[in-house]
Nanobody
Framework: VQLQASGGGLVQAGGSLRLSCAASGFIFSANTMNWYRQAPGKQRELVAN???????VYADSVKGRFTVSRDNAKNTLYLQMNSLKPEDTAVYYC????????WGQGTLVTVSS
């Protein structure tokens, strides 16, 4: 299983970023895919996920600002992040759980005030 996240960077508050996660080594379309984040000194937290049917779940802190989506033909997971806030600064990880918990390498998002 490989999960390769990309798209992070430095952005001003109010700006937008789009994260991508290229997946391989498993049946992408059959699994719920998750985005987590970990801010400095804090525990890793679930940001959003999308099920095989396309249903989505969001953390309260990102509802209305972030949109998770998937392209099963490209085995790719996305996270569109709008109206970014300094408190969104974190390393963002894509994740899939089946038998084991698999993590990508993370991509750093820094939001300046």
């Amino acid at each position: 299983v490989q999960l390769q996240a990309s798209g992070g960077g430095l952005v001003q508050a109010g700006g937008s970023l789009r994260l991508s996660c290229a997946a391989s080594g498993f049946i992408f379309s059959a699994n719920t895919m998750n985005w987590y984040r970990q801010a400095p000194g804090k525990q890793r937290e679930l940001v959003a996920n999308t099920t095989p049917s396309g249903s989505t779940v969001y953390a309260d802190s990102v509802k209305g600002r972030f949109t998770v989506s998937r392209d099963n033909a490209k085995n790719t997971l996305y996270l569109q992040m709008n109206s970014l806030k300094p408190e969104d600064t974190a390393v963002y990880y894509c994740n899939v759980k089946f038998y084991l918990n698999y993590w990508g390498q993370g991509t750093l998002v820094t939001v300046s005030s």
